[in-house]
C-alpha cells in the first residue's frame, strides 16, 4: 500500500540531502518519481542540499495543484511511482490534501520533508497538515547543534546576526533585505534556551569579547 510519509527536523539536520538520497534509492530499483520544491536556498525549480547535492525539481507555487498535475502527467502516458515533495512545511494545507488523495486514490508513495516551526516557534500550516493526514511522521536522527554544543530545537532567523521574533513567516535566508539593504537576513538553529534568550552565536561572541567591566563598587 501507498504511503504519505512525513520527514522532519530542524534546520541543518539534512532534510534535502535525505530527499535526494530516498530518490537515488527509488530510482536505482528501477522506480520512477517526481521532484517537487519550494523556495530552495539555491533558486527555483531546483532541490539542493547544505552539502552541495542538487537535483531539477517542479517548483510549487502557491497555486500549485498536485492533483492536476500528476493525473495529467499520467494520462499522456508517464509513469510514476513515488513523489519527492521538498521544503512541505511551505505548501498550502489544501495541496498537502491533495498529496494525500494521491496517496489513497493512485497509490502512489509521496515522501515529503520539512521543518515543522517557524522562527516564532509556531507551526507552518503546511506542517500542521502533514502531522494531521501523514500515515507516518519520523523525526530525524541527525541532530543539529546549537553554538553551545546543545541539541538545537528552534530555528531562528537573525538580522545581521541579531534574532528577530517578528515579520513574514516566510523570508528567504542569506540575501539583503528587500526595505533595507544594509540589513542581512539569515537563519540559525539554536537549544530552546537561546531561542528563549534571543542569543545568537553572533551576540554570543561579542559578548564574549566584550571588555571585563573594571572592579570598582
Known amino acids: ?14 532534510k534535502s540531502t535525505l530527499a535526494l538520497q530516498t530518490n537515488h534509492n527509488h530510482a536505482a530499483r528501477g522506480r520512477v518519481g517526481l521532484i517537487f520544491t ?3 536556498r539555491a533558486g527555483e525549480a531546483v532541490l539542493s542540499s547544505r552539502l552541495g547535492l ?10 500549485f495543484d498536485f492533483w492536476k498535475h500528476v493525473v495529467q502527467s499520467l494520462t499522456a502516458g508517464a509513469r510514476i511511482d513515488y513523489l519527492i515533495c521538498d521544503e512541505a512545511q511551505f505548501y498550502a494545507p489544501r495541496q498537502v490534501e491533495d498529496l494525500a488523495k494521491i496517496v489513497d486514490e493512485l497509490q502512489i508513495d509521496v515522501f515529503c520533508f520539512g521543518i515543522l516551526t517557524d522562527f516564532r516557534t509556531r507551526l507552518f500550516p503546511g506542517s500542521a497538515r502533514l502531522v494531521e493526514l ?7 536522527q541527525v541532530e543539529a547543534l ?7 530545537t528552534h530555528n531562528a532567523r537573525t538580522e545581521n546576526g541579531s534574532m528577530v521574533t517578528e515579520g513574514d513567516q516566510v523570508v ?14 539569515g537563519y540559525e538553529v539554536l537549544c530552546r534556551q537561546h531561542h528563549r534568550r534571543g542569543l545568537t552565536a553572533a551576540r554570543a561572541k561579542a559578548v564574549s569579547l566584550a571588555p571585563d567591566p573594571l572592579p570598582f563598587g
Open 1 to 14: 500500500m501507498a504511503e504519505l510519509i512525513f520527514r522532519t527536523g530542524t534546520m541543518d539536520a539534512g
Open 38 to 40: 519550494t523556495n530552495d
Open 54 to 63: 542538487t537535483h531539477e525539481a517542479v517548483e510549487v507555487n502557491p497555486e
Open 134 to 140: 501523514a500515515d507516518r511522521t519520523e523525526v530525524l
Open 146 to 152: 546549537c553554538w553551545c554544543g546543545k541539541k538545537a
Open 172 to 185: 528567504v535566508g542569506d540575501v539583503e533585505s528587500t526595505v533595507d539593504p544594509s540589513v542581512r537576513v
